[in-house]
């Protein structure tokens, strides 16, 4: 009944853009910070991107600051990661995380490619 699920994934070429979406159902997401978090094959877990639970501060990798941009809309239930200018070694999955000091879900990713 709660669960995360992410979107937006696909191909695209360097230079490209991207839009993922995170929508929450069973649950509202208005208590939880959101992450977002990537694997690429044989890499470790990083993390992208998070936004606090009221929205008012984010952060970045240093990886993506300038070109991702993380944001949140509460009458939709859904957090989103714009991805613009991107690069091969951007190429993973991606997941979506909602945490609270009790609580901690993971959407199943969405598989991100970027290649010429």
């Known amino acids: 009944q709660l669960q995360l699920v992410e979107s937006g994934g696909g191909l695209v070429q360097p230079g490209g853009s991207l839009r993922l979406s995170c929508a929450a159902s069973g649950f509202t997401l208005d208590y939880y910070a959101i992450g977002w978090f990537r694997q690429a094959p044989g890499k470790e877990r990083e993390g992208v991107s998070c936004i606090s639970r009221t929205g008012d501060s984010t952060d970045y990798a240093d990886s993506v600051k300038g070109r991702f941009t993380i944001s949140r809309d509460y009458a939709k239930n859904t957090v989103y990661l714009q991805m613009n200018s991107l690069k091969p070694q951007d190429t993973a999955v991606y997941y979506c995380?909602?945490?609270?000091?009790?609580?901690?879900?993971w959407g199943r990713g969405t598989q991100v490619t970027v290649s010429s």
């Open positions: 995380n909602a945490r609270t000091a009790v609580h901690d879900y």
